[in-house]
């Protein structure tokens, strides 16, 4: 602000100039369990479980979610156009069976997907309904983004390339995308024991070739 105010010649001089800032931390994550989104879900109200099963399904922003228009909707192509992005640019979202199903039972009277027929306008803010769901679920420390968080990092466990979750995402660099697919202490666990079972099964098959004397 008093940046600002100087450039704006309000101001002739920065007070906070040497004030040290907190760091951020923004590494904080917190990736749902299958069975707590279902939990979530269940315990949505109507206005919100369409929101919540398309932020899991695809990974988009909630912005990004409640400015969507039916015109953003391919059904042909199975594809969402997100016209305003973090980024600045255009994307296009797959659409799997879940969120087409979705779409396709929704009302399409009005221009935006979600709208409001008491304001006249579309949902601009979902927060009180996210966290009663959240509280109905028993879920204490999460955030709707985290939804984009779990998206992420299920579908690098499930061996999908970074670079495709980048590109779904929309972000510009690998590095960003990174910072998203954590992997979980399950997912760390079962990668060792996927190895320990492939290396058994290959000792059995060397011990095999060894002749009975040699």
Aim: hydrophobic share 35%; proline share 5%; with cysteine.
């Amino acid at each position: 602000l008093f940046r600002k105010a100087l450039e704006w010649k309000k101001a002739s001089v920065d007070p906070t100039r040497n004030i040290k800032k907190f760091k951020e931390n923004n590494t904080v994550q917190v990736i749902l369990k299958p069975e707590e989104v279902k939990r979530l879900i269940e315990e949505a109200s109507p206005e919100i479980k369409p929101i919540i099963t398309i932020a899991i399904n695809t990974g988009m922003r909630r912005g990004e979610i409640l400015a969507l228009k039916w015109k953003n909707i391919d059904f042909i192509k199975g594809n969402i156009e997100i016209e305003d992005s973090k980024s600045g640019k255009s994307r296009k979202v797959p659409m799997n069976s879940t969120v087409y199903e979705l779409f396709k039972g929704m009302n399409k009277d009005y221009e935006f997907i979600f709208y409001n027929p008491k304001t006249k306008t579309h949902i601009k803010d979902v927060k009180r309904s996210f966290n009663t769901a959240r509280e109905k679920a028993g879920l204490k420390k999460i955030r709707f983004h985290d939804l984009r968080h779990t998206f992420a990092t299920r579908l690098c466990e499930i061996g999908v390339p970074l670079k495709v979750v980048s590109k779904i995402l929309g972000h510009s660099t690998i590095q960003m995308t990174e910072r998203y697919a954590n992997p979980t202490p399950d997912s760390m666990k079962e990668a060792v024991e996927s190895l320990s079972d492939v290396l058994k099964t290959r000792q059995k098959v060397d011990t095999s070739q060894i002749l009975p004397g040699k």
